[in-house]
Structure formats: C-alpha cells, structure tokens
C-alpha cells in the first residue's frame, strides 16, 4: 500500500497541475486513467459498482462524487479531484481541492488542509476515531465552516471502502468510537463546506451538492496506524 500510495500522490499532484482554465473535468478524468495505468495500477473507483469514470471531480457547490463531464474549468472554480487506485492487490484513495488560475490558494482552503493534517496526527495506537472525528470538526467549525455530517472517511485495504467509518465530527462518547490498532489503514477525509449542513444529490445518482450552493471542499489521505504514528501512504 506504500508503494500504490506513493505512486497516486505523485499522480494526484500531476493532476493539480493540469486543473487550468478551459480544460473539461472529462478531460482530466481520462487524463487520471492514462497516469493510473501507465504506473502498474487500476483505477479503483470503476470498480465501484455503477460508477463508471477514474475520479470524482468536484466543482464549486459539489461535494462529493462529482462525475465528470464537458465542463470547461474557469478561472477562480474551486475544484475538488478525489481519486483512488488498486495496486499490486490493494487500494489507496486520496483528494485535494484547490482553485483554478490560483496557486496561493485561500483561507477556505488553508482550513481543510490543516484539519487534515491536524487529523492524522490523531491517528495513534490506543487513539479511537473519536479523536480523528474531532481534530476535524475543531479545526473547521472553529474557522466558521461546517464539517459533512452524512458522508464519511472509511477503511481501506483489499476493498475501497471498508470498515470503520471516519466521520468528519464527533456525535457520542470517544471511548466508544473503534479503537486505533497497529496495521489499521484508514481514508481520512475532511470533507467541509462554507455554507449550511444540507447537501441535494443530483439526477445522475451520484453527484452530492450544497443545497444553498455555497462551495464545498475535500482533504484525504490514506493512512496507515503503526506503533511508530501514523504514516501518511498517499504522499506524493
């Protein structure tokens, strides 16, 4: 999974760099299958059943499984790639968000990268997902933001999604959510919006919106719990 996850964070960061104005999200999306390809590996994500394309891409108020299609990027969209590949037996998934012609970024998006990293260092032996969940909502609420609350990280390994979930926030007792255990890997994603908690799914399915169209962003790494701290696999 180190290898695999290495090999995605180099493609994903490949990826950051083609997201300019008037290329299409299609255009990207089969740009990410060549990349995952040409590294040895599959994309994991056409291996979800009904799911047909390498990425998610997610443009301003989409959310989550944004699937992609003709739409030319325009400068000043924020853009979310979310992508997995399956190597060598396993997968490793990983997402970032940034915003076109904009290489400096902004608060909105500095906040999702630091809860990330702020979750991940919670990522220990004889921690529980409580802890993960929480370093998350802290880290966005306390910037004025609200965290998903019906879309989750997850397990992963042999399969995509597997268990345990990884809530963006914290709604019970810590000591009740799974404990930490060494050789545990998890997909962390803060998955975040500017706007209210409500999201709307689109006629397609699959592609999760802001119901009052505020932008919405997304942070994930894979990431390994060893006796050593965590180790981030997705990496570039």
Not at 93 to 119: C, M, R, W, Y
Not at 132 to 150: C, D, P, T
Not at 193 to 219: C, H, I, P, Q
């Amino acid at each position: 999974m180190k290898e695999g996850g290495a090999l995605l964070g180099k493609i994903r960061e490949r990826l950051l760099v083609d997201v300019k104005p008037g290329i299409s999200t299609l255009e990207l999306d089969r740009m990410a299958e060549a990349y995952i390809t040409n590294a040895g590996g599959k994309p994991s994500f056409k291996m979800v059943d009904g799911y047909n394309w390498t990425t998610c891409i997610c443009v301003n108020d989409c959310i989550v499984h944004g699937i992609p299609d003709k739409y030319a990027l325009q400068s000043g969209d924020c853009v979310t790639v979310d992508i997995g590949m399956f190597y060598d037996g396993y997968h490793t998934d990983t997402a970032s968000t940034i915003i076109v012609g904009q290489p400096n970024g902004e608060h909105f998006l500095d906040v999702g990268k630091d809860a990330l990293k702020q979750a991940i260092a919670q990522a220990k032996v004889g921690n529980h997902i409580g802890h993960i969940s929480l370093a998350m909502q802290q880290n966005i609420e306390g910037a004025g933001f609200n965290v998903a609350r019906n879309l989750v990280g997850h397990g992963v390994g042999r399969e995509l999604h597997m268990d345990p979930q990884v809530p963006c926030y914290l709604d019970q007792k810590l000591e009740k959510t799974p404990k930490l255990e060494d050789g545990l890997t998890i997909a962390i994603e803060a998955i975040y919006m500017e706007g209210g908690k409500s999201l709307v799914v689109d006629n397609d399915g699959w592609s999760m919106r802001t119901k009052d169209g505020k932008r919405a962003g997304m942070f994930e790494h894979t990431v390994a719990i060893t006796t050593s701290g965590p180790v981030i696999l997705t990496n570039a």
